[in-house]
């Protein structure tokens, strides 16, 4: 049986890691938007609810809750300045059929990786399927479409979703997370290859 002190040991470095690795997606995301801010279109980062990322997340205590209390996958988009208006430290992105946003979104664990993942592409043709008070713009959308994720995401080489709400098309690309490691892989790996799919017409 293992001992106490060999339990506290463990369980303090399982949270030192899950922090540190939660930090260095922080840092990454950060540059992304740093790079994207300087390209023509003067991307800036959405903000459904400030300077935050978007995730399913949950504190129920029901089993299948808890396994959301970890933070394993979440999302951020960018957008040209000129395309979102800023507003007490939100943007608000209207939705309609020539928006079009990058979008990050990072695996950390899930059953259908071996190994955590970023996909980073672009998300178009978004549009309401009634046309209903909810939602007002693309950043009411984000936690939906993370909700709905298996289903969204079900061919990332060719997003094409539709449901009560709304409907959109796109294209991700994946790569291992841990090979995106210096600046150089931001930009090859997920900037370039992010900006050619945005710009295509």
């Known amino acids: 049986m293992t001992d106490r002190s060999e339990v506290i040991n463990q369980t303090n470095l399982a949270f030192d890691f899950i922090q540190k690795l939660y930090i260095e997606v922080s840092y990454l995301v950060k540059e992304v938007a740093g790079i994207l801010r300087e390209e023509d279109e003067r991307f800036i980062i959405g903000r459904p609810a400030g300077y935050s990322i978007t995730t399913r997340s949950s504190t ?8 959301l209390w970890v933070l394993r996958k979440f999302a951020v988009f960018f957008v040209p300045e000129d395309v979102t208006n800023q507003e007490r430290g939100q943007t608000k992105t209207t939705i309609d059929k020539d928006l079009r946003v990058l979008y990050l979104r990072i695996l950390l664990n899930d059953k259908t990786i071996k190994e955590p993942v970023i996909y980073s592409g672009v998300l178009r043709s978004i549009e309401k399927t009634r046309q209903v008070k909810w939602p007002e713009k693309f950043e009411h959308i984000m936690g939906h479409i993370e909700y709905n994720d ?3 995401f ?4 060719k997003v094409n979703y539709k449901d009560a709400y709304i409907e959109l ?3 991700l690309i994946k790569n291992n997370l841990f090979e995106i490691n210096d600046s150089e892989a931001i930009l090859n790996r997920l900037i370039k290859p992010s900006l050619e799919l945005y710009r295509k017409r």
């Open 154 to 157: 079900k061919d990332t080489e």
């Open 150 to 152: 298996d289903k969204v």
């Open 60 to 67: 129920g205590l029901e089993p299948a809750n808890v396994k």
């Open 169 to 171: 098309q796109g294209e």
